[in-house]
């Protein structure tokens, strides 16, 4: 999936997020939040000016956030992005509530949303985790400018192709071929049996 594919699926198919923040002591804050809209440059929501979620959201300006869609652990599909958020204006936030009208009736005049204050998560990376399909499905993505990396586990020129590491692999995702052996990241786990199991420390993990 594109990256704005799977922003659109945020946004229609799940819409209710998980996000958290960090607070002045360093702990981490979790709370509900809609994602309202979406485009090429990122994910918008809102929040209240008098919410502790906008006080930490204007101290710190970075958030993650994951959501999830699915009646069973086998059926679900999960997002999860984190990167850098910016308060828009009030033209903005004004798009989201016509786009969103079930706020109207949460804030049923203009007086009462002059509290309200939108955003947008605009540089980040994330992935999408794929449950419902076996093996697994995991895409990450990048947007906004943030550079692309690689994540997960990974094969270095030290393995020496004892095959350990595909013995204890659960999606069987690890691929001996001429060159060595490498892992096939769109089906990983990351459950770290690999990195275990090996013997010569050949496997490496990238966050």
Request: glycine share 10%; hydrophobic share 35%; with cysteine.
């Amino acid at each position: 999936m594109q990256t704005v594919e799977i922003f659109k699926f945020l946004r229609d198919d799940i819409h209710t997020v998980v996000m958290a923040t960090v607070d002045d002591g360093g702990n981490a804050v979790t709370c509900a939040v809609d994602i309202m809209d979406c485009d090429a440059g990122g994910l918008y929501f809102l929040t209240a000016r008098g919410k502790s979620l906008y006080a930490r959201l204007k101290t710190r300006p970075h958030v993650s956030l994951t959501g999830i869609k699915g009646d069973s652990t086998l059926t679900r599909v999960a997002v999860s992005v984190s990167g850098c958020i910016e308060e828009l204006g009030r033209e903005e936030l004004s798009t989201l509530l016509d786009k969103n009208r079930y706020m109207y009736k949460i804030y049923p005049d203009e007086a009462s949303r002059t509290a309200l204050a939108a955003f947008r998560l605009y540089r980040g990376k994330g992935e999408i985790f794929d449950l419902s399909k076996l093996p697994v499905v995991r895409n990450d993505f990048v947007f906004g400018g943030q550079p692309a990396a690689e994540y997960g586990y990974s094969i270095t020129k030290e393995c020496v192709l004892c095959g350990k590491c595909r013995e204890v692999c659960p999606q069987n995702c690890i691929i001996f071929g001429d060159s060595g052996a490498r892992i096939d990241g769109e089906h990983c786990l990351r459950c770290g049996n690999c990195k275990a199991v090996c013997p010569c420390g050949a496997v490496i993990l990238k966050n």
